[in-house]
């Protein structure tokens, strides 16, 4: 009989809150079981979780992955009434007011896979992308420094789906943060609360004791914030880069190493093109230098080198660093390090030395086709450098906590594949999340969290290693491997279905 | 080949299971006083007094002293019940597909009832995307152990009586749902009791949904057993079973090998001669007589039913028919249970776990 009642509390019980009752503490269980009666419960609705600042899902950082995440799962009808809490250091006023100042380019860009832009249109960012910004690639070229073996890929030649007119698009940061946070800003009684400005002082387990409150949250993260705030979080997410402090709270260790190298990016003005439509990249035994296309006549340059090389490109007068770029897609070797060795004589003309010596160097019949554009000049305050690191997460998961992007690797740019693994993560973590959902199962549990581990881990880990052997093969100058590496990219070159495979692999086709 | 390696790992997994449903509060009682226990609880119809005082003596016996260690042990159990590499971590991996089963099955009962245009009571299980499928519907889980399965339907809005006849697991149960306020948000609603089918029914409850999950190959009189479950879904509700089959594979895997030979559980913890095979589960269900369901239980049913009252009159004969079989193994490599995909022989299918959906007329 006294079950039956339920009936009536769920009919009523919307309407009502009743006192607190003291159900499930222990004590009390013996009077519940004995008499089998259904005591008064305390019906609880969502403004308990948000008096008691309790969220499903806190997120720990607002960058491309962070937010990206953030909008799927607001964007998805199966999570979107989940109480999610993004805290991001930045004020991100500056990124959402983004307005680009015409023929100027941040130096800051991203290589996009077809997968990633076919993800960014399902959570709807794409159509907030400004696409004036956008270049599309549908050509890669590739070269080694020391014996000009040269691999070209196309997305013409290669039997992939029609779908994929490119095999990449570059993209500023900002213009792909500026669409998400649009898009974030368009849902409008989303349970998004979006807390930047704001960092996370510490995160811990705390032992505020619930108990009276009739639940025990003990093993739910808790985040003290700078502002003061004390959260809790069913599950956490670090989105929070390479020194994750997500990372550091789970005890999970960063697997991997430094290389002994530094990436100098610039925004390049380069001789304008009919079509600037082809990623450049030249394996120098120093490290690549890659020029990607931003539109006709810019063009985005990351080179990896030396740390000491870096310093003295970065601070190059910019007259003599844009031959020096030049340079560096077109002369010998042995030409390039003489002028690195004059990188701080101001007595020396680079724009001279470059072309008495490309003079010298140039075959009859080989046109310009096979360089990248020549650079006309370098945009003002646009070179920096930064250092390169490969690590991988011994784990991404714990229980209540899930790493991605770069919190849980990070890989050398020189293919472009970084942002497109993070946003490989989100897409998965998503799904599991959504499946967590369906099933009825408590979010941060690891049984679930496992899910996305084993969807990610592996092919992560054989993306940063396949990439770390293209470093660290091409960064030798020992004659027999030189042969060897050039051979390989001459037989791969001509070998269709080869090609073909690698290149639908980098472009995120399984 | 591949199928007889998957199928060996699942029995000898499955036979953990079983193992740690009964005995998850072995500390206490050996698993053959929990075996007498058992015996008595779900023998009913038999010895209806004695199954009465036991349970009396075990709750009262362990309420009348509760105190402050006895917390700290529930506490610990439920931490132990509950950790994802404890005890009965494959009865965890093996939740999700259970409410997926749930969920599909009473969705395309839906879809095809909206198909016909009948009226029903079950419109408000919606689309596969929809976040509280089971709001409105009342749900058993019986023999709920630490209340996976509970707490899964409460999240998708079903008000959900999670009972068990062991004591301890209904504590540990109500210890880790106070881990979880989304649990008390509406509009699902939970509540445990240390009560057995049998009592429910005495009691006239009756339910949309009973699940009874992973328990009948425990149960000495399953037929009285599945009589009781029967008895308490509603006109027009569903029964979900799971279960393993009765074959020799089974025998070598779960008893043999298991028991015996590996010693993964304690010699005795499966009865061979308590599985079932669908097909016997089938004819079980299937020769249920409607009578079993007297007048004060119709009363009970709200106005909804009420309304489908005649047609229930007219096909009082039966008490209903299986709607559903699906077979399901699970992977030993990731630890993932699924379904079978269709191109399996039904017969290899069904040969170890299976779960299985009754629809009552």
């Not at chain 1, 970065?314 to 990188?343: G, K, M, W």
């Not at chain 2, 499955?14 to 698993?31: A, H, P, Q």
């Not at chain 2, 038999?46 to 917390?71: A, V």
């Amino acid at each position: 009989m006294s079950l039956t009642r339920i009936n009536l509390f769920n009919q009523t019980k919307q309407k009502f809150r009743y006192t607190t009752s003291l159900l499930f503490n222990i004590r009390h269980l013996a009077t519940v079981t004995q008499d089998h009666n259904i005591k008064k419960r305390d019906v609880f609705n969502n403004s308990f979780m948000i008096d008691k600042n309790l969220y499903d899902i806190a997120i720990i950082g607002g960058g491309i992955t962070g937010n990206a995440l953030a909008c799927a799962l607001v964007n998805s009808q199966k999570t979107k009434s989940r109480r999610i809490a993004l805290i991001e250091f930045n004020n991100m006023s500056n990124i959402r007011e983004w307005k680009p100042p015409h023929l100027q380019f941040s130096n800051r860009v991203s290589s996009l896979t077809p997968r990633s832009i076919q993800f960014f249109k399902d959570i709807g960012v794409w159509e907030n992308i400004n696409h004036e910004r956008i270049r599309p690639y549908k050509d890669i070229q590739v070269w080694d420094g020391i014996s000009d073996a040269r691999i070209r890929f196309n997305s013409d030649d290669i039997s992939i789906n029609k779908n994929a007119e490119a095999i990449a698009w570059i993209i500023e940061n900002n213009n792909i943060q500026h669409a998400i946070l649009t898009k974030l800003a368009q849902y409008k009684d989303s349970n998004i609360d979006f807390l930047e400005n704001t960092s996370v002082k510490r995160i811990m387990f705390d032992d505020v004791n619930y108990e009276n409150e009739q639940f025990d949250l003990s093993d739910w993260p808790s985040l003290e914030l700078s502002n003061g705030k004390v959260l809790k979080t069913r599950l956490l997410i670090g989105a929070d880069g390479i020194n994750s402090v997500v990372r550091s709270f789970a005890n999970i260790e960063s697997l991997g190493w430094d290389y002994n190298a530094r990436a100098v990016v610039a925004t390049l003005q380069v001789e304008p093109q009919v079509e600037n439509a082809t990623a450049w990249q030249r394996f120098l035994p120093t490290g690549p230098i890659a020029m990607l296309p931003l539109n006709n006549r810019f063009s985005s340059m990351v080179w990896s080198t030396t740390p000491t090389l870096a310093s003295k490109i970065c601070t190059l007068p910019s007259n003599n660093f844009i031959h020096l770029v030049n340079a560096a897609f077109r002369l010998r070797i042995a030409d390039l390090e003489y002028l690195y060795s004059q990188l701080e004589n101001s007595d020396i003309e680079f724009a001279k030395e470059f072309e008495w010596r490309q003079s010298i160097e140039k075959k009859p019949g080989i046109g310009n086709e096979i360089f990248p554009p020549l650079v006309l000049d370098v945009q003002e305050k646009s070179r920096a450098e930064f250092p390169l690191k490969m690590r991988n997460a011994e784990s991404y998961v714990k229980e209540r906590i899930a790493l991605i992007g770069d919190a849980a690797h990070t890989i050398h740019p020189l293919a472009g594949q970084g942002l497109n693994q993070g946003l490989a993560d989100v897409q998965s973590l998503v799904k599991v999340i959504e499946h967590g959902v369906v099933t009825g199962q408590d979010l941060g549990n690891i049984q679930l969290l496992k899910n996305y581990s084993s969807d990610r881990y592996l092919s992560n880990l054989i993306m940063l290693g396949a990439v770390d052997k293209l470093h660290k093969l091409f960064g030798n100058d020992f004659a027999p491997i030189v042969f060897m590496r050039s051979l390989g990219l001459q037989v791969i070159n001509n070998l269709e279905p080869v090609k073909s495979e690698i290149i639908k692999y980098a472009m995120g086709i399984e | 080949m591949g199928h007889s390696t998957t199928l060996g790992t699942i029995i000898r997994f499955n036979s953990k299971i079983k193992r740690d449903i009964i005995t998850n509060v072995s500390k206490i009682y050996t698993s053959k006083q929990i075996r007498n226990i058992n015996s008595t609880i779900f023998n009913l119809h038999q010895n209806l007094s004695s199954t009465e005082s036991s349970t009396h003596n075990l709750s009262s016996s362990q309420y009348s002293t509760i105190n402050e260690p006895e917390i700290l042990k529930f506490s610990q159990l439920a931490k132990e019940w509950w950790s994802p590499n404890g005890p009965v971590k494959l009865l965890h991996s093996m939740n999700p597909l259970r409410v997926s089963y749930i969920r599909q099955q009473l969705s395309k009962y839906n879809k095809e009832k909206l198909k016909k245009g009948q009226e029903s009571g079950y419109e408000t299980i919606s689309a596969y995307d929809d976040q509280i499928p089971f709001k409105d519907l009342r749900i058993l889980d019986i023999g709920c152990g630490g209340g996976v399965l509970s707490e899964s339907l409460v999240r998708l809005g079903a008000s959900v009586v999670g009972a068990d006849a062991s004591l301890e697991n209904v504590q540990i149960a109500r210890l880790h749902a106070r881990k979880d306020p989304s649990l008390y948000s509406g509009p699902g609603i939970l509540e445990y009791e240390c009560i057995t089918a049998e009592k429910l029914l005495e009691k006239g409850e009756s339910f949309d949904i009973v699940c009874a999950m992973e328990i009948i190959e425990h149960v000495n009189h399953p037929v009285e057993f599945l009589k009781t479950c029967a008895g308490l879904v509603k006109p027009g509700g569903h029964l979900f079973l799971s279960t393993i089959s009765r074959t020799p594979l089974s025998y070598i895997l779960t008893i043999l090998l298991a028991e015996r030979i590996f010693r993964i559980v304690p010699n005795g913890t499966h009865d061979f001669n308590n599985y079932l095979r669908p097909n016997e589960l089938q004819q079980i269900i299937e020769q249920i007589p409607n009578n079993n369901v007297d007048n004060s239980n119709i009363d009970m049913v709200n106005s909804t039913e009420k309304v489908n009252k005649s047609v229930y009159k007219r096909k009082s004969s039966e008490w209903g028919h299986i709607t559903n079989i699906t077979g399901i193994g699970v992977n030993p490599i990731t630890g993932k249970w699924f379904e079978f995909n269709h191109w399996v022989p039904r017969r290899i299918q069904l040969d170890v776990n299976y779960l299985l959906t009754a629809k009552r007329n």
